[in-house]
């Protein structure tokens, strides 16, 4: 796979063998240079959209303080 290329849902098969999309993190770099990541849902719709960040590995770590937060993240409503 291409390291430069933003990657494709990924796909895979229950036990009938029918496709199922699964979540995506991809990583893409701005017209700045830096990179930034969305993580779109098994339907190809972006559900986040994170920070600009000055490095791939400080992207790639955003991603995974992401990957272990959210489970565990609280909502607080703020629309009051």
């Known amino acids: 796979s291409n390291p430069h290329k933003p990657l494709k849902a990924e796909t895979q098969k ?9 979540p995506v993190f991809e990583i893409q770099k701005d017209k700045a240079g830096k990179f930034r990541f969305h993580l779109k849902a098994a339907n190809g719709e972006i559900i986040a959209m994170s920070e600009a960040y000055e490095t ?13 937060s959210a ?10």
Do not use: M
Request: hydrophobic letters at 30%; glycine letters at 6%.
């Open 56 to 68: 791939k590995k400080a992207c790639e770590n955003g991603i995974e303080s992401v990957k272990k």
């Open 14 to 22: 229950n036990n009938c063998g029918v496709k199922l999309a699964e």
């Open 71 to 80: 489970p565990i993240a609280k909502i607080k409503d703020l629309s009051q």
